[in-house]
């Protein structure tokens, strides 16, 4: 950890893990898993406790609507003497490890949507699923690659859904457009959930800059039916509730979003918005290189496309799995879209075989410059080299037969129709010389079809998924689907009447 120390950490009741963190970080806040305490005083305390009415409920809300330590411990005392339950010594122990688990000894402390070990505990849940103690160190490395592969999986998944699928607006309010393009999917949508919520509020002055938010509602998920006081100064963008959950998960709470709204405030202060739950913290996680754009790669675009259509097509599959008419028309679309894959398959292949070709006939070809000897030397006329890329004279095969004893004796003549190569005349040219003859040739090509010419097809191309279904035909006569009226053995009666 680079020789810093832990802030807060939350773990379950180990003594021994306890004495090392009091140790090795005395400055670090340590809370006890919830989960566990309730469960373990659930068996101690749960048939004692049901046996007396109205105790449950005023001890549970004694610890989830305690806002303040000195609240805690004023409720408490007062339920323990309403029920007259001093004397019970597990009511007691837990009254006496308060400090640790009761969420109001951690109301300032960050603690992002976190009571419990939730995390490790599930993390743990799925180790045990796919690994065993009898296991081997390369079973075990296996399936840790396979859990990882999974875990990757799903994050990609989660990454373009935040990137491709546009959340559903609540109220189309301001506020709500605006996290909208700065939070991640999953924190957007409780962002939105504590925006509904203020629809359960109402509220009013009490003093200058000092507002009391009570419910009207019977209850609120989270925050029950209690009343809370927002401090709220919009010249200065400074805002703080009660509650304390913007110094618990870092993300407004309903109140100070309901003065913000009454208070006619329409652009959220950027110093309330944890840049860990905004697109940036990703995007720092990377370091950025000079004068190279922060663009996602190509292949980046394809994993990210393949996760959400995976995710559609299962969509599908699951609903055409209802019915077998579903099924029959999920393998029909199946076969049609391996059809036109198929097609589309061949059509690249022979554009990429044309560029190919192109690219090659368009490449100067590079042959060896002819050497003459001194004895070719009257007879060749070799024109002076004026580059690599100057253009050859254009030899042909075919060569005019002499008329006359003066085109043999001719030195003029027969450097015309003599090649520039050693062979003498009447020769097989080698295979070489037939080589070097057809790649100086032009590139003959074929010539272009004519849409207007030619016999014309039958029945335009249709892809598979554009062709309808044919057409059924009906008996005018008996309305039966399996023959017409000239067919149909009724012909000459009258019509049926529907």
């Known amino acids: 950890m680079d020789g810093v120390a832990l802030v807060n950490i939350i773990t379950d009741q180990d003594g021994a893990m306890r004495a090392g963190i009091e140790k090795m970080f005395p400055n670090t806040t340590h809370r006890n898993c919830r989960w566990h305490i309730v469960d373990k005083a659930t068996e101690e305390i749960g048939p004692f406790v049901a046996k007396i009415p109205g105790l449950r409920e005023e001890m549970n809300d004694c610890i989830n609507c305690s806002l303040t330590p000195q609240e805690f411990e004023t409720r408490w005392n007062l339920m323990i003497q309403t029920f007259n339950v001093q004397n019970h010594e597990n009511i007691a122990a837990l009254y006496q490890k308060r400090s640790s688990w009761v969420p109001a000894y951690f109301m300032q402390k960050f603690y992002p949507f976190l009571q419990t070990t939730q995390r490790s505990e ?8 796919y690994i065993s103690p009898a296991n081997s160190v390369l079973e075990f490395i296996l399936q840790y690659a396979d859990i990882q592969a999974k875990i990757m999986k799903a994050e990609k998944k989660e990454e373009a859904d935040s990137s491709l699928l546009t959340a559903k607006s609540w109220c189309w309010h301001p506020i709500e457009q605006q996290m909208e393009k700065l939070y991640t999917k999953n924190i957007h949508t409780r962002f939105q959930y504590e ?34 006081h ?3 100064d919009p010249p200065n963008a400074n805002y703080k509730c009660t509650c304390c959950k913007f110094e618990r998960d870092d993300i407004v ?9 009454q208070l006619g405030v329409c652009q959220m202060p950027l110093a309330y918005v944890l840049r860990r739950w905004t697109w940036s913290a990703e995007e720092n996680l990377v370091e950025e290189l000079p004068g190279q754009p922060a663009v996602m ?21 699951l609903c055409g799995n209802e019915t077998e008419d579903g099924r029959k028309i999920i393998r029909n679309h199946m076969k049609s879209m391996k059809k036109d894959l198929a097609s589309l398959k061949r059509e690249t292949e022979k554009r990429a ?56 004796t001719n030195p003029a003549v027969r450097a015309t129709t003599v090649p520039t190569t050693n062979a003498t005349e009447g020769s097989i040219p080698t295979a070489a010389e037939q080589t070097s003859e057809t790649s100086e040739a032009p590139n003959i090509r074929d010539p272009r079809v ?24 009906v008996c005018k006569q008996c309305g039966s689907t399996q ?16």
């Not at 709470?253 to 709204?261: D, E, F, G, P």
């Not at 023959?483 to 529907?498: A, F, I, K, S, T």
């Open 122 to 129: 599930g993390f743990n849940a799925v180790l045990k699923k």
């Open 195 to 228: 925006m509904s919520y203020t629809m359960s509020y109402n509220i009013r002055q009490v003093a200058e800059n000092t507002y009391e938010v009570y419910c009207i509602t019977h209850f609120v998920p989270n925050y029950h039916n209690s009343t809370y």
């Open 230 to 232: 927002v401090y709220a």
């Open 253 to 261: 709470c309903c109140h100070i979003l309901k003065a913000m709204v």
């Open 297 to 317: 790669p190509e292949e980046s675009k394809k994993k990210k496309w393949l996760a959400v259509t995976c995710n559609e097509f299962k969509g599908l599959a």
């Open 353 to 408: 075989k044309k560029a190919s070709a192109s690219s090659d006939a368009r490449k100067p070809t590079q042959s060896a410059p002819a050497q003459t000897t001194q004895k070719d030397c009257h007879t060749q006329q070799v024109p002076p080299e004026e580059g690599p890329s100057c253009p050859k004279p254009r030899q042909t095969n075919r060569q005019k037969k002499p008329t006359g004893p003066s085109s043999s």
């Open 450 to 473: 004519s849409n207007t010419k030619g016999r014309k097809h039958k029945k335009a191309y249709h892809k598979p998924l554009d062709t309808g279904r044919k057409e059924v035909r």
């Open 483 to 498: 023959h017409d009226l000239r067919m149909c053995p009724q012909r000459g009666e009258l019509p049926v009447q529907n």
